[in-house]
């Protein structure tokens, strides 16, 4: 039914109603005779009536108001899942790796440290990015000569094996460990004594 009085509108956008319209057309000029009918295949059948009617008082709720408080928490789980299905596709961002399922991160540190952090966990810090600034060669590990990244200072560097088996209890770990959505207790004290917290 619903088809059919799109059919009969003249103000509809529907592309593929447009499409049958051209065609419904194009077969009069033909000198086709064309009926459009409506069969209610549902009616006297038991629970046919049944399902049409609850169909039917689902769309005359939606005519009346709606709670702002349900709207809203619908609206932001749809954004959300929209939210976490294009992040889901971020695999090369070095956050991903940290924070795989959005979600609030906890903030209960002093400013300092949260700077620290955040900087750690979206892989730029002055340490490892300042270069880009000024057109320099990317800086390299003073221990080992490799490549410096946050990765590197935090899990790969053996030259900071001992120390890192000091405070995580563990010198083979990921990222995730260190800096998830709650970051390791050490963390900061392991920064310092390699010296580089105040360079972050």
């Known amino acids: 039914m619903s088809l059919l009085e799109s059919l009969r509108s003249s103000s509809t956008r529907n592309p593929l109603i447009k499409e049958v319209k051209d065609f419904y ?10 009926l459009f009918s409506w069969v209610p295949s549902h009616v006297g059948i038991t629970g046919n009536e049944l399902a049409d009617k609850s169909a039917k008082s689902a769309t005359e709720f939606l005519t009346r108001p709606l709670v702002y408080a349900d709207v809203r928490s619908a609206v ?15 695999t090369n961002n070095k956050l991903h790796v ?7 991160w906890v903030t209960k540190l002093n400013r300092r440290c949260d700077v620290v952090l955040t900087r750690l966990r979206i892989g730029h810090t002055r340490l490892t990015h300042k270069y880009l600034l000024f057109a320099e060669s990317p800086p390299t590990c003073s221990h080992c000569g490799d490549i410096l990244t946050v ?10 094996d ?3 088996l000091r405070y995580f209890c563990s010198s083979s770990f990921d990222l995730s460990f260190l800096l998830g959505q709650i970051p ?5 004290m392991y920064l310092k004594d390699i010296g580089v917290f105040h360079d972050i």
């Open 25 to 34: 057309r194009h077969l009069l000029s033909k000198g086709a005779r064309i």
């Open 76 to 90: 932001n789980q749809w954004c959300h899942c929209q939210w976490q299905e294009k992040w889901n596709m971020e």
């Open 98 to 104: 940290i924070k795989p399922v959005l979600s609030h």
């Open 151 to 160: 990765k590197h200072i935090l899990t790969d560097c053996v030259a900071v």
């Open 162 to 164: 001992r120390r890192r």
């Open 184 to 188: 390791h207790f050490n963390l900061f």
